[in-house]
């Protein structure tokens, strides 16, 4: 029996990875004004975030419907497979109870795990999902593992702009209004279904030796991740600096789709890792 191993587009894997391993990524709904896109199907992330950059128009997004997981569920059960989905964290999106109720009707065959993490904290525990199903894990060995890597798994963020996270409904008008007088460049912590604002500092360029240094002193990773919002430059050199603590070969590139870019905003600079 295979497990077949089952994201959303929110957990940003890179398509050559997925296809690589055989995971399956639900496209997350996004929408720009009366349009509605689903991510990476109809909307690749360089024209949403040249979209986002010329237009007032603020972004939103929303689950999928359950009857897309099962649709997504029942083929790749037909013929007696498992399936282990992994979901963007419950507190922040309606897309881990969306797929919940999609995998009902399939009693043991389908497992949905919360990743408890966002953008490639998901993703990387995916690809060890996917690894382990490749190397012939059952379906409950998986699933305990994407259970046990979720408490290690750290997404840390360095925004160019608070624009996007007002926009959203994720921060105040006030707060907005002052961060941007004060052009406050926030660095933001997703761990454990959580997230924190660790560090609000005044220069892009500050930002990113803040981040660099907060990944480095997180302890050594397992496995590391660059991800970048249409700032592939940025990524390049938060990869450089990272390199003497974990290999640069090694770790995955991505860029946030747009999903994730909805909140970040363009410009945004972040590191996923699972630690050891």
Same mark, same amino acid.
């Given at each position: 029996?295979?497990?077949?191993?089952?994201? !959303?587009?929110?957990?940003?894997?890179?398509?050559?990875?997925?296809?690589?391993? &055989?995971?399956?990524? *639900?496209?997350?709904?996004?929408?720009? &004004? !009366?349009?509605?896109?689903?991510?990476?199907? !109809?909307?690749?992330?360089?024209?949403?975030?040249?979209?986002? *950059?010329?237009?007032?128009?603020?972004?939103?997004?929303?689950?999928?419907?359950?009857?897309?997981?099962?649709?997504?569920?029942?083929?790749?059960?037909?013929?007696?497979?498992?399936?282990?989905?992994?979901?963007?964290?419950?507190?922040?999106?309606?897309?881990?109870?969306?797929?919940?109720?999609?995998?009902? #009707?399939?009693?043991?065959?389908?497992?949905?795990?919360?990743?408890?993490?966002?953008?490639?904290?998901?993703?990387?525990?995916?690809?060890?999902?996917?690894?382990?199903?490749?190397?012939?894990?059952?379906? #409950?060995?998986?699933?305990?593992?994407?259970?046990?890597?979720?408490?290690?798994?750290?997404?840390?963020?360095?925004?160019?702009?608070?624009?996007?996270?007002?926009?959203?409904?994720?921060?105040?008008?006030?707060?907005?209004?002052?961060?941007?007088?004060?052009? *406050?460049?926030?660095?933001?912590?997703?761990?454990?279904?959580?997230?924190?604002?660790?560090?609000?500092?005044?220069?892009?360029?500050?930002?990113?030796?803040?981040?660099?240094?907060? *990944?480095?002193?997180?302890?050594?990773?397992?496995?590391?991740?660059?991800?970048?919002?249409?700032?592939?430059?940025?990524?390049? #050199?938060?990869?450089?600096?990272?390199?003497?603590?974990?290999?640069?070969?090694?770790?995955?590139?991505?860029?946030?789709?747009?999903?994730?870019?909805?909140?970040?905003?363009p410009g945004a600079v972040g590191v996923a890792a699972i630690l050891k």
């Amino acid at each position: 029996m295979t497990v077949h191993v089952v994201a !959303d587009s929110a957990s940003d894997i890179p398509p050559v990875v997925a296809e690589m391993l &055989g995971i399956i990524q *639900v496209p997350v709904l996004v929408q720009l &004004g !009366d349009e509605t896109f689903r991510d990476r199907v !109809d909307l690749q992330p360089s024209e949403f975030y040249q979209r986002v *950059v010329s237009s007032k128009i603020a972004p939103k997004t929303a689950a999928n419907a359950p009857g897309l997981y099962t649709e997504t569920f029942e083929r790749l059960t037909a013929g007696g497979d498992a399936v282990l989905s992994t979901t963007v964290a419950a507190s922040l999106s309606g897309i881990y109870n969306s797929a919940r109720i999609g995998a009902q #009707e399939f009693g043991d065959r389908v497992v949905v795990v919360d990743s408890t993490n966002a953008t490639m904290g998901e993703g990387l525990i995916a690809i060890q999902a996917a690894r382990a199903a490749q190397k012939g894990a059952s379906l #409950e060995e998986v699933a305990a593992l994407c259970r046990q890597l979720a408490p290690k798994t750290h997404v840390w963020a360095a925004l160019n702009t608070l624009e996007f996270l007002h926009r959203g409904g994720r921060l105040s008008a006030t707060q907005a209004f002052v961060g941007s007088l004060l052009q *406050v460049k926030p660095i933001l912590h997703v761990h454990n279904s959580e997230v924190a604002v660790v560090e609000r500092i005044r220069t892009m360029r500050k930002a990113l030796d803040k981040l660099v240094e907060l *990944v480095k002193t997180a302890g050594p990773a397992a496995e590391m991740c660059i991800l970048h919002a249409g700032s592939q430059d940025l990524a390049n #050199e938060v990869r450089s600096r990272l390199s003497d603590v974990f290999p640069t070969e090694k770790m995955f590139y991505a860029e946030a789709g747009p999903a994730i870019g909805t909140h970040a905003g363009p410009g945004a600079v972040g590191v996923a890792a699972i630690l050891k």
